[in-house]
């Protein structure tokens, strides 16, 4: 009985990940960021845009997309980076 528990348990958290892994959304991601990006910047009294980012494939096995979004307020070479993992979760790395 505590075999079949166990088998049944391992095969739920076996398909939940499978699922996770193929229902991934890369345009969910990058708009994920973008937003918090937009509201980041408003809140400075920047006009922001979410077409200021771009999502480009992640650097390094960690990191599943990187985004890079370019604030026209801060002038050059001053930009935000999001680093998205595979599970989805994002770092913010900013200007300021």
Not at 60 to 78: F, H, N, Q, R
Request: aromatic residues 12%; charged residues 20%; glycine residues 10%.
């Amino acid at each position: 009985m505590v075999t079949l528990v166990l088998i049944l348990v391992s095969a739920f958290f076996g398909l939940r990940a499978g699922w996770h892994w193929a229902s991934r959304d890369e345009g969910a991601a990058i708009e994920t960021v973008a937003r918090d990006y937009v509201e980041m910047e408003q809140a400075r009294g920047h006009a922001a845009a979410m077409t200021d980012c771009a999502g480009h494939p992640g650097a390094s096995d960690d990191i599943w997309i990187t985004v890079i979004c370019d604030p026209p307020a801060l002038g050059p070479g001053k930009l935000y980076r999001y680093d998205i993992d595979h599970r989805g979760r994002w770092w913010r790395l900013n200007p300021y």
